[in-house]
């Protein structure tokens, strides 16, 4: 049962490079959601699905775009990384949106951005 | 504000010692509390919830939580550690039904002693 795939898990990327990180769940989950974690501030949220053809902001949208492309697959774009980017990225799942729901977490993407 | 504290930064412990890890939150509502662990390289797994009920919930991994509403505090324990619980730890509070309003703590890592 592989969960939440997540890909790539490492990435490096120069100043105004673009990339998407891509997030694929095998649950059957309605909603998804991108996280980014920085050292000493724990998981904001970026972007979330709360279901299939759905997408809102989270707490820090900046920057990124994302597109929730069938129930399976959430992808996250930077569409001109910058150093203020680097971070570690993960997406999560879970059957609903309710809070009644637990996240199930990919194993993350590293990102650096030169 | 909304936020959700954890201020022990870096904790060891010795193997087989009792452990306790401590988040307070702000806000004066009842929340949803949650502790996540994450082990290196991984995404985050939850390790407990409450959301009602009975104040002491058990967990997986033979972890257990308190939420004490007076002191505005959920702190997770362990009667005896093992070398394997060696991860980071977050609490996690929402004060709504949507998990997109889920807000993180920044951390605890534990480090275990031989």
């Known amino acids: 049962n592989a969960g939440v795939t997540q890909t790539p898990k490492f990435q490096v990327l120069k100043t105004g490079q673009s990339m998407t990180l891509q997030c694929a769940q095998d649950?059957?989950?309605?909603?998804m959601y991108w996280y980014r974690q920085d050292p000493g501030m724990g998981l904001r949220l970026i972007y979330y699905s709360a279901s299939e053809g759905t997408t809102d902001k989270g707490e820090v949208p900046n920057g990124y775009n994302v597109s929730r492309l069938n129930k399976r697959e959430f992808s996250l774009r930077l569409e001109s990384a910058a150093p203020s980017q680097t971070s570690v990225y993960f997406c999560?799942?879970?059957?609903?949106?309710?809070?009644?729901?637990?996240?199930?977490f990919g194993s993350g993407t590293q990102l650096s951005v030169l | 504000a909304q936020s959700v504290t954890q201020p022990d930064i870096h904790i060891t412990v010795s193997e087989g010692a009792s452990l306790e890890l401590r988040c307070n939150y702000s806000?004066?509502?009842?929340?949803?509390l949650f502790w996540y662990v994450q082990s290196p390289g991984q995404g985050l797994q939850l390790l407990l919830k409450?959301?009602?009920?009975?104040?002491l919930v058990q967990g997986i991994k033979g972890f257990e939580a308190e939420f004490k509403r007076s002191q505005s505090s959920f702190n997770l324990r362990k009667p005896s550690v093992h070398w394997s619980d060696a991860a980071e730890y977050f609490c996690a509070v929402a004060w709504y039904s949507s998990a997109s309003k889920i807000i993180f703590g920044s951390g605890t890592r534990l480090s275990i002693r031989p």
């Open positions: 649950m059957n989950h309605n909603s």
């Open positions: 409450y959301f009602s009920g009975d104040t």
């Open positions: 999560a799942s879970s059957e609903t949106r309710s809070t009644n729901e637990k996240l199930f």
């Open positions: 806000y004066g509502a009842t929340p949803y």
